[in-house]
């Protein structure tokens, strides 16, 4: 079947520009997660998504970055005013469900850059 | 706070050698430990997971025992191969106080030779 899949794969942008980063997470799984992994690091949880609502939210860096997930399926990552320090790879995950019971399931990701 | 250290890259090694990658990880309470696996120009993939003390994950030829004396999760296997080349993470499963998130060392890139 279908696994994670994001869009776009690739994304250039300047400072101070908006972006929306796409996840598509496999059908069924009520379980999201975004990660960001910058070059040389393993990946950094930002937020957890059970259905609709963010259950932690925690790992967001600052207010410039929000996340939502309106119909509990496809989430997207939304970064205001980006700076050059937001260059990384956005990572995306799902999972039938919360918990450690449940295999996260990693899409290929998006390399975001700002230039 | 919860983290992970894995031992530095780049890993090169010769087919058929043994391979090691060490992780130690710091955490409150009792984790779960994962290894996922990034192979060239594709997605995280896990490779084992271990969910509680002297529990042992395998896959693919590869093991991890979980070791809270030393609170260790060290990736191990036998005879590598040429497609085993890829960059390992090690991890930890943090669920606490709501928050629930999975903790990722810096990762290790293994490359090895025919």
């Known amino acids: 079947g279908a696994g994670v899949s994001q869009t776009p794969s690739n994304k250039v942008t300047e400072k101070g520009k908006y972006v929306e980063l796409r996840c598509d997470p496999i059908?069924?799984?009520?379980?999201l997660y975004w990660y960001r992994q910058s070059l040389g690091q393993g990946p950094e949880f930002l937020i957890y998504?059970?259905?609709?609502?963010?259950?932690?939210d925690s790992g967001l860096p600052n207010d410039r970055f929000f996340a939502v997930r309106p119909e509990g399926s496809v989430s997207t990552l939304k970064i205001q005013r980006t700076e050059r320090g937001d260059s990384a790879v956005y990572l995306c995950?799902?999972?039938?469900?919360?918990?450690?019971?449940?295999?996260?399931?990693f899409g290929p990701g998006t390399r975001l850059t700002v230039t | 706070g919860n983290s992970v250290t894995q031992m530095e890259g780049p890993v090169t090694l010769s087919e058929e050698a043994f391979l090691t990658i060490n992780c130690t990880y710091t955490?409150?309470?009792?984790?779960?430990l994962f290894w996922y696996v990034q192979y060239p120009g594709e997605g995280l993939q896990l490779l084992l997971k271990?969910?509680?003390?002297?529990d042992k994950g395998s896959n693919k030829g590869f093991e991890a025992t979980y070791r809270k004396e030393t609170t260790s999760f060290h990736l191990e296997k036998g005879s590598v191969q040429v497609s085993d080349s890829a960059v390992y993470f090690c991890?930890?499963?943090?669920?606490?106080?709501?928050?629930?998130?999975?903790?990722f060392g810096k990762g290790t890139k293994l490359t090895v030779n025919p």
């Open positions: 995950a799902s999972s039938l469900g919360g918990g450690v019971a449940y295999e996260q399931y």
């Open positions: 059908s069924g799984h009520t379980a």
């Open positions: 998504f059970q259905g609709t609502g963010a259950a932690d």
């Open positions: 955490a409150t309470g009792y984790p779960s």
């Open positions: 271990a969910t509680k003390a002297d």
């Open positions: 991890a930890l499963y943090y669920n606490q106080g709501g928050s629930e998130k999975l903790v």
